[in-house]
């Protein structure tokens, strides 16, 4: 397997570990949002520093994710930062790597988006909860 193929499937495997910290910070934010409801300050603060710690390794795996594009030539760098930044289509990827890459990669930001406007709400809501009556 040549260096390219190899670095195309360090990216594919840690696009997946990413993908499941997401799914875990989904969790934590549904999580988050009970306790919200309930104002169970107790557990919010261990909601909250479970979601921070799943949210530092979503940010190492981004890192490992950057360092693996700076070893590759600038071709293959090119086209797979395209692929992360959904700036080509599906019709443009090479291979079942390039899919899976693609794929992943789409499935996270659409999970990311979900989080984005729960945790809106959410915060939404604790901000209801700071107006006295």
Known sequence: MDDA??????ILSTLKTKYRLMDNLMVFTKEMGK????????????VLIMRRETMEKI???NSEISKVL???DQADKDKI???LES???PE???GPPEKDMYDTNKAT?????????????INTRIRQQAVPD
């Open 87 to 89: 700036k080509c289509g």
């Open 35 to 46: 306790v919200v409801e309930i104002n169970d300050l107790e557990s919010l603060g261990a």
């Open 59 to 61: 940010d190492y795996q």
């Open 5 to 10: 193929a190899e670095k195309k499937k360090q």
């Open 70 to 72: 700076s070893e590759m």
């Open 109 to 121: 930001l659409a999970l990311l988006e979900k989080i984005v406007i729960l945790d809106e709400e």
């Open 92 to 94: 443009e990827l090479e």
């Open 81 to 83: 930062k395209r692929v």
